[in-house]
């Protein structure tokens, strides 16, 4: 990711007469429409028919998710050029102990813990819809939220808007070595994404 980058890779490859091997983070054009919130379908036609010559053009197309591979052959591609390689992640994510340091920093209660890219893709519109209902309801759960993103701001005014303030908490960036601690601080850990259709 970006899907551009398969753009100096045609090029290297007839120059060098070198086979391409395309490793895929995100589908484009779908992942620009649900994470970059880009409506115009001119431009995303093009786009879509970029990724489709460089798909063609590739000898062999790594994805990170199986999920890319059923898509992917939806889209014309052989199957013998798709190779799964998923995504590692550091050594230092694993389960730690419960901190002082850290659980000071989340509030009393049921703490819902949101870490990553605060982005249209991750709708965060069902999670405050979410926290509206358990509101209404009367059950008390804190929102705590780790990271940054381009949607940040207009979580902000929305749980301003909906007068949940006191059910969101807003811890910004922490550094990626840290994390296991603030996850073991929590009671749930949240992973959302934005249905795609």
């Known amino acids: 990711s970006p899907g551009t980058v398969g753009l100096p890779g045609i090029v290297a490859k007839f120059k060098y007469k070198a086979p391409l091997i395309f490793y895929i983070q995100d589908i484009w054009p779908e992942s620009l429409t649900d994470a970059g919130n880009i409506k115009s379908k001119i431009f995303l036609n093009i786009v879509n ?5 460089f798909y063609k053009q590739s000898n062999k197309i790594i994805v990170q998710s199986e999920g890319f591979i059923d898509f992917l052959i939806k889209k014309g591609i052989s199957k013998s050029k798709l190779v799964y390689i998923p995504n590692t992640v550091e050594s230092f994510y694993k389960p730690v102990e419960v901190l002082e340091k850290y ?10 813990l949101f870490a990553g890219n605060i982005g249209y ?3 965060f519109d069902t999670i405050v819809n979410a926290a509206v209902i358990l509101k209404e309801k009367n059950i008390e759960v804190n929102w705590v939220i780790i990271g940054e993103g381009r949607a940040k701001k207009t979580l902000i005014d929305k749980v301003f808007e909906l007068k949940l303030v006191n059910n969101f908490y807003f811890l910004g960036i922490r550094p990626s070595e840290e994390m296991p ?4 601080c929590a009671d749930v850990l949240l992973v959302s994404l934005k249905e795609s259709l």
């Open 103 to 112: 659980k000071s920093q989340f509030p009393n209660g049921f703490n819902i």
């Open 121 to 123: 893709a991750q709708d």
């Open 181 to 184: 601690y603030y996850f073991s």
């Open 49 to 53: 028919k970029m990724m489709n010559y």
